[in-house]
């Protein structure tokens, strides 16, 4: 078997996506993908120009003889573009290869480690009874976990709220330039800890709670809301301070018990090894798209597993359901899981796209049985929803200086 016809396609289902599709002689394909958002054209010339050509008329079975290939035989190693080039391609050779087997690729990792994937929605509002309510519709829809995020009094525009639009869609589609959006540390810190207070006073202790930061704190500020938020029991709390310097992460951890996670802009392990090694963190978010592939990511876990850490796969709507399927497949078999990030299936327009093997049921994502990753792409419906420009937000203080959006 040989690879002999690579297509790199762009579309835009509510938002864009690049999807890597490996074409063998013997008629069987595989399906990868390549998004960054807001750099997603960047990812296209890598591919196209730089590892395309390296790989027609190689074996698409030798998943790991390719994936060394395509790292360590670049000088340039790592960051969002290269990696998540590699991903889309590690992601398309597993998917053949399951074909070929005839076996859902969890099976060829290893097998089921649950029968189940549990995964945490997103509780979000314009006001803290907003919030509140939408974190009973999910609790009804049988969430065993969920994420709250509520717009914060005298800010506008603030992360993880949907500013009045219907859903992340619509929320995060195409911006010709980005958007500008006020922080204020002080107005979040005496805010965030009121609205978990009042979620367990209504809610009580059965539910899980999440809260991501965004990076939007020092370390000591980061300790300090650990420590506001320990009596409400969250389940974690999320990229509380950026981790550029990750002794930083020894400064919460020695405030706060609450448990942290980060990782979702990490590409490889050696993002998180310190924080792994150092048992600064619970919860590794790194996303297979953004990581490398299945391949490192399954290396990323083993090692992560060793120091207790569990892995909660980014999950959000800038990634496609080709990565979502490949996270369920990773999820199914890694045996240090964690929790899955769901933003549920998306519009009408994006599963006109693409089709997949996932549903949702009482809490847990459930992956029907098929050969490789079980994901199919609708060229043609693709090429009419075609590529715009966008960008995600950035962050000012209050006084104009720029800030961690």
């Known amino acids: 078997m040989k690879i002999t016809e690579i297509k790199v396609l762009v579309s835009c289902p509510g938002r864009n996506f690049v999807t890597l599709k490996i074409i063998t002689d013997e008629g069987v394909y595989g399906l990868g993908d390549a998004t960054v958002n807001g750099r997603e054209m960047a ?21 790991e003889d390719i994936w060394q290939y395509l790292y360590k035989g670049a000088y340039w190693r790592r960051g969002p573009i290269t990696m998540a080039a590699i991903a889309a391609i590690d992601m398309a050779l597993w998917d053949i290869k399951g074909k070929v087997a005839g076996l859902p690729v969890y099976q060829l990792l290893g097998g089921k ?3 189940g994937i549990m ?35 005298g800010l506008a525009g603030t992360y993880g ?27 979040y810190m005496n805010f965030i800890p009121e609205l978990f207070k009042q979620a367990r006073e209504q809610y009580g202790y059965d539910i899980q709670l999440v809260h991501d930061v965004h990076s939007r704190l020092t370390p000591i500020e980061s300790a300090q809301l650990g420590k506001l938020l320990e009596p409400y029991n969250l389940m974690f709390l999320e990229d509380a301070s950026p981790a550029d310097n990750q002794e930083g992460y020894k400064v919460i951890r020695s405030h706060t018990t609450i448990p942290l996670a980060i990782g979702e802009i990490f590409n490889t392990v050696w993002d998180a090894k310190d924080l792994i090694v150092n048992q600064s963190i619970d919860y590794l978010r790194t996303a297979i798209t953004h990581g490398g592939g299945i391949t490192p990511m399954v290396k990323m876990a083993n090692f992560a597993d060793m120091y207790h850490v569990r892995m909660a796969p980014h999950g959000a709507p800038d990634l496609s359901p080709i990565c979502h399927a490949a ?4 999820n199914l078999w890694v045996p240090n899981f964690g929790v899955q990030e769901f933003i549920g299936f998306g519009t009408e327009k994006l599963n006109s796209v693409f089709s997949h093997p996932l549903s949702f049921d009482n809490g847990y994502i459930r992956l029907e049985d098929k050969p490789g990753l079980g994901v199919e792409y609708n060229e043609e ?5 075609t590529y715009k420009r966008s960008y995600l937000p950035v962050s000012r203080l209050e006084d104009g200086t720029l800030w961690y959006w």
């Open 161 to 187: 709220t949907l500013e009045g639009k219907k859903d992340y869609f619509e929320l995060q589609g195409n911006r010709p330039l980005p958007p500008e959006q006020p922080w204020s540390t002080s107005k």
């Open 113 to 115: 480690s649950r029968n």
């Open 327 to 330: 996270h369920a497949h990773f």
């Open 381 to 385: 419906e693709a090429a009419k929803l």
């Open 119 to 153: 995964a945490y929605g997103h509780a979000n509002g314009e006001t803290l009874e907003e919030t509140l309510h939408n974190l009973g519709k999910f609790i009804e829809q049988g969430y065993k976990a969920v994420r709250l995020q509520c717009a914060i009094p």
């Open 43 to 63: 990812v296209v010339a890598y591919l196209e120009e730089h590892l395309v050509p390296c790989l027609i008329n190689r074996d698409p079975q030798q998943i």
